[in-house]
Structures are given as C-alpha cells and as structure tokens.
C-alpha cells in the first residue's frame, strides 16, 4: 500500500481517481459471478485488482482500528463494490483471482504482490462491523457463503472426523482450505478482521489441532499450517480473544491451541492474552470497561488453567478427559508424554505469566483494601498454587510469576510501615503471607511432577528460589506498585511486564542461573536456604522487619545515620540478602557481625521513634497465613505425593476449597 497523503486518502487513490469512477460504473456483482465462473479476462483482472488496491483502508484509518476506533468513512461505491463483488465471487472465484495473482508474481510482475495483499486485505475490510461508510457496515455476514460454511463445518465436525478420511476429503481438499489459509496470509499485519470472522477461525485453528492429534498424525501436515494461518489473522482482534478466553466453554477451544507443539513455541498464540497487561491498570477514566474486560479474560483463563474438573472435555478427541491442569503437566502426544505447558511452549507461557501478574494479589484475597481488579475475583489455594506451578514448568514464566508475587508481598510490608490507620492493618499480613506460600507451594508441585529424586529436587529448589527472589527485587526496584491508594500507586497497565525483560539478567535460555547473578550475594543468601517447607519460605522475623525499617529509612522518617553505617549506601539500606551474605557488589562487609547485631539492637527503638506499632502482630499473621497453608494443602505429603493426591484432583475436596485461617 502506498504512504497516505495529508488528508489520510492513499496517494494512489488521489493519483487514480478515475478508479473511483470506474468502481462506481462497474458491475461487482457481475465481475464477482464472472471470477466464479472462471470467464474474467485478463483485462477483467487487471481492472479489478486496480480497483481493489484503490479501495484499501489508508494507514489513518487502520491506525484507528487498532485503536479499538470506528472507522465511518469509507467511501459508499467502495464499501458497495467490495460487498457485491465477493458474495458472487465465492471462495472458489476469490482462489482462482488470487491463482493468478500469484503467477503473475512469480513471473516477475512489480504489482502482482500488491494486488494479492489487496484481494486479502478487502476480505477481512468487509468482515468488520468497526469499517463503513456511516449507513452500513462490515459484515460476517459479506463474507463468501461457501466460507462461511467451511468454517461452521470445522468447528462442528461430527463424530466421523476423528475416525475416518471423508472430513479431509469434503473439507480440506474440497473447500480448499489450503489455499484459503495462503490467501489469508497475505493480509497486511495491520488489517484486522472482524470479531465473528476472527473467532471462527480461532475455533476452526482449535478444531483442526484436536482432530488431527486423534487420527495419528495422519493429517498433521496438512492441518497444522491451515491452523497456523486461521490463528495469526484471527487473534489480530482483540474482542475476539476476549470472548474466546470467557466462553463459558473455553476449555474446549483452549486446549487443542495450548497442548499444540507450535514451531514458534506458541509466540503467535502468546497474542490471544498479550492485550492483558496493558489494559489492566485503570489510569484514567476511559479505561475503565478496558480494564474490567481485562480482569474478566484473565480471570477466566486462570479458573480454566487450574481446573481439575472442567464442564466439558478438555479435547475432542478426549472425551472422557475433563481435568485441564493434569493434561497441561502431562501433555499426551509429545515427548514422552510427560512435559508440561512451559516445557511444549515457553513463550506461550510466558505470555500467560505477563498476563496474570497484575492479578498476584486477587489470586489470594478478596479484602477491598488490597484486591485492586474488581473483575478479577479471588481463587482457592489448591487453584493458585496449581497457576504457580503451571508456569514455573518454564524457567522464565516461573520466575516472571514468582518474581511478581513476591515483589507484591515485598510492598504490602511496607505499606503496613507507611500506614498511619489507627489502628495498624496488621491484616495485611495474611496476604503477604499467602502470597510468599504460593511461590514455594508453585514451586514444589512442578518439582514433584518432574523429578523423583528428592534431593535433585531441592537442588533445584534451592536455585529455582535464588532467582524468584532475585526477580522480586529486581522488580522491586523498578518502583512497580501493586496496590491502590492509600496503600500504593496506581501502575500504568504496561510495567507489569518489567519482570519479562529482567528475567533475562538472572536466568540464561537454559533456565539456570547466569553467572552474574549466581554470584551475588542474594543469590548466595537464598540457595544457601536449602530445605523447602515453611520455615524456608517464610520470612525470618528479623527480614520482615529488615523490609519494614527500609521503608522507614526510604521515607527519612529514621535516618541512615542513626544505624550502622556499613548497613548504608547513598542514604539507603543495603539489602537483606547483602547483609546476611555479608557482602555487597563491591566486596565483603567489615564487622559483619556487629553490623548484623547493630540493626537488631537499633529496630524497636526506630520503630518506636517512628510510631509503628504492632510490629510482632503483623508479622505473627503472616507466619500463621504460611503455616495454615502448608498444613492444609501439603498436609505431611511428600512433594510428588502431594503433586498425585492434592492437585491432579484426586484429592479431597476440603483441602482445594478455601483459604486456610
């Protein structure tokens, strides 16, 4: 497409008027019926793919409909010509135009490739409700009957299409589905269906995936690049995502797409939830119904990702198979049927990680004062934990997740410091608390589905948790706000993807530990913390206290000097993990073990100086949170008995349904 002009009109469109002229006179529904009959000239051809380039929506226009805009100006003979000319022109006559665009690309013509994106681009035009001239609009409806169908046939294939050849032969070599996918993948990247064409091919992508792993493979090559296709343009519209993620039968259409072994490791599927983050925070008053829509997809899909008893099966060709989560640690069909999500598709998983990271907090408490996402509401712990350690299948998805959680927990400690309510919300706690449970409960539930060995399995641990914590600080110094006024600052949707782009400084494409931060002191202090179970992951009373006197320090409401100065830097504490390894990046610290004792000398009496009160309370309410939950949720199972009884589903009831007090 030619750059737009200054009144947002293509360039070509001004330089060929006359097209418009003759898109006025001409016949669409004649040079539709003759491209289905195959009795267009060569003449014919050149004409209409003229006239379907000049119809194209301008730069402007699509810049708007990424926008979420309407665009109400197309003009009337456009939007006419377009409509007329591809209900007669059917799929077939739409393939045979595109034939011998193709060839004529191939043979070396300048404008053929152009004119191929146009005949792609003019389908999806005409299917969006948000395009039109201010009468009328696009349509699913304007898209070729015999497509239309096709795509009904898909998503409701019938009994026979897991067993037998007659679905590939009447749908795929019949109705041309190939050719349809390659005519669909010329779209420009910034043309957008509309929302019901985008979900039908999302569903059929869904469909052909499930059929094709219940006959053996059998049809794999030819349905997987179909699908491939059908799913790029499809997730191009973010209400479709949205609706595709909130059906009441989303688990249906969901799991073919997650279990799938995408050659890109489910990077374009990644686009169905990457909308989320951005639209989660409410920064203005516009971004309201952006921002419930938001908590609402992403609440769905963590209650579908967590689910060991779904409505309906988890796949078509699984029938009797209703327990999502147990299918996603044990994906059936690829490797030796043991990987997990992370494992098959790790930047899928990633994408799921940056999505429900602004929801950390909601996943764990319901209490107004810390929930942030009214759309989001609170899951069960057993549903948490399994969220937890679904992504931590992927080194970087874990540590995204995790980094998240605990960076969260990090700030409601030092929000109960800041706060001046009378008296203390020592309640807060609980939360943190929870929130601290969760990472280690993730955590030790992904260990005892991959690994028997119990003491590889705390190896990992031990290093897995290093680079959690490293993440929560790291994310913590971004100055990310997880908490609403009074308690914190509403964040801009788009921070919560920091931890993506800082995961990469502590673990390396392996999932281990890189070098650098293997060897910093807070990557020492917290492998050093080897078992697992409560007492590991919970805080220590004296680094609860640690993170609250930080933020007394931070705030200058106790001053650096009044503790010992090795203890400082640039007027602020060095880091818990700093001072229990007893070195920073610059080197050992002299007198560890005076300054260690000088902070614990000098912490009532700055608490008291600076009016926090209750200190102990807070901190008996977040050891109580962690010890609730690991007794009512690992009981006294082992890692992988507790992965068998607990959270496949097979355990009891009582133990998945609330929070533990």
């Not at 409701?156 to 050849?165: H, L, S, T, V, W």
């Not at 549903?383 to 990090?410: C, K, N, V, Y």
Request: aromatic share 6%.
């Amino acid at each position: 497409m030619r750059s737009p002009g200054c009144d947002g009109i293509p360039t070509s469109t001004r330089a060929f008027s006359p097209r418009y002229e003759t898109l006025a006179r001409s016949d669409a529904a004649g040079d539709g019926t003759a491209a289905r009959n195959g009795t267009l000239t060569l003449t014919d051809y050149q004409r209409i793919a003229d006239i379907l380039v000049a119809a194209q929506l301008s730069p402007a226009q699509l810049d708007a409909l990424a926008r979420g805009d309407t665009v109400d100006n197309v003009p009337t003979a456009v939007l006419t010509y377009l409509r007329d000319f591809y209900r007669e022109a059917g799929t077939d006559g739409l393939l045979d135009v595109a034939d011998v665009l193709r060839g004529r690309e191939e043979s070396g013509d300048d404008d053929a490739a152009s004119q191929l994106d146009a005949l792609a681009n003019g389908l999806l035009m005409i299917s969006n409700e948000n395009v039109g001239d201010g009468q009328n609009t696009g349509s699913y409806e304007l898209v070729p009957d015999e497509l239309r169908d096709t795509l009904s046939r898909i998503r409701n294939p019938g009994e026979d299409a897991r067993f037998m050849g007659d679905f590939f032969d009447d749908v795929y070599v019949d109705k041309r589905l190939a050719d349809v996918a390659a005519l669909l993948g010329e779209a420009n990247p910034g043309v957008v269906p509309g929302t019901q064409f985008a979900s039908e091919l999302d569903h059929a992508a869904s469909r052909l995936l499930d059929i094709a792993s219940g006959t053996g493979g059998l049809y794999r090559d030819a349905y997987e690049p179909v699908a491939e296709k059908f799913l790029d343009i499809g997730l191009r519209n973010e209400d479709a995502s949205y609706e595709l993620l909130t059906a009441s039968d989303n688990t249906r259409t969901l799991m073919p797409l997650f279990e799938h072994e995408w050659n890109d490791d489910g990077a374009t599927l990644s686009r169905l939830v990457g909308w989320i983050p951005e639209n989660s925070a409410v920064t203005g008053p516009d971004d309201t119904v952006r921002a419930e829509r938001a908590g609402e997809a992403a609440h769905s899909l963590a209650l579908m990702l967590s689910s060991s008893g779904s409505d309906s099966p988890v796949a078509f060709t699984d029938a009797n198979n209703t327990n999502p989560y147990r299918r996603l640690m044990d994906i059936p069909g690829v490797g030796d049927g043991r990987s997990a999500l992370g494992e098959v598709n790790p930047a899928l998983t990633q994408s799921i990680a940056g999505a429900l990271s602004p929801y950390v907090i909601d996943m764990v408490t319901d209490d107004p004062r810390l929930a942030y996402h009214e759309s989001f509401d609170c899951l069960g712990p057993v549903e948490t934990t399994r969220i937890f350690s679904l992504l931590d299948s992927d080194p970087h998805a874990g540590t995204l997740i995790s980094g998240h959680a605990l960076a969260a927990a990090h700030e409601i400690d030092r929000a109960f410091a800041r706060s001046d309510v009378d008296p203390p919300p020592i309640t807060l706690g609980e939360t943190s608390g929870r929130l601290r449970a969760v990472v280690e409960g993730g955590l030790r539930t992904e260990l005892g589905d991959r690994l028997s060995d119990s003491g590889e399995a705390k190896s990992d641990r031990a290093a897995t948790r290093a680079g959690h914590f490293g993440a929560g600080q790291a994310i913590t110094a971004t100055g990310l706000s997880y908490l609403p006024p009074p308690w914190g600052v509403a964040a801009s949707g788009a921070v919560y993807t920091a931890g993506a782009l800082l995961s990469g400084n502590i673990i390396d494409a392996d999932g281990n530990l890189t070098d650098r931060f293997s060897g910093s002191p807070e990557a020492r202090f917290r492998i050093s913390q080897y078992e697992a179970g409560p007492d590991q992951i919970r805080m220590t009373d004296n680094e609860i206290k640690y993170t609250i006197l930080t933020e007394l320090v931070d705030s200058g409401r106790v001053p650096a000097t009044d503790l010992p100065p090795e203890a400082s830097r640039a007027g602020t504490l060095i880091t818990y993990g700093e001072l229990m390894d007893g070195h920073t990046d610059n080197g050992e610290l002299q007198n560890i073990e005076r300054v260690r004792q000088g902070i614990v000398d000098e912490t009532p009496g700055a608490f008291e100086r600076s009016g926090i009160r209750r200190v102990d309370e807070y901190i008996d309410q977040h050891s109580v949170a962690i010890n609730a939950y690991y007794d009512n949720i690992f009981g006294s199972d082992d890692d992988q008995r507790a992965f068998e009884s607990v959270f496949i589903g097979d355990g009891e009831p009582t133990r998945m349904s609330r929070w533990p007090v």
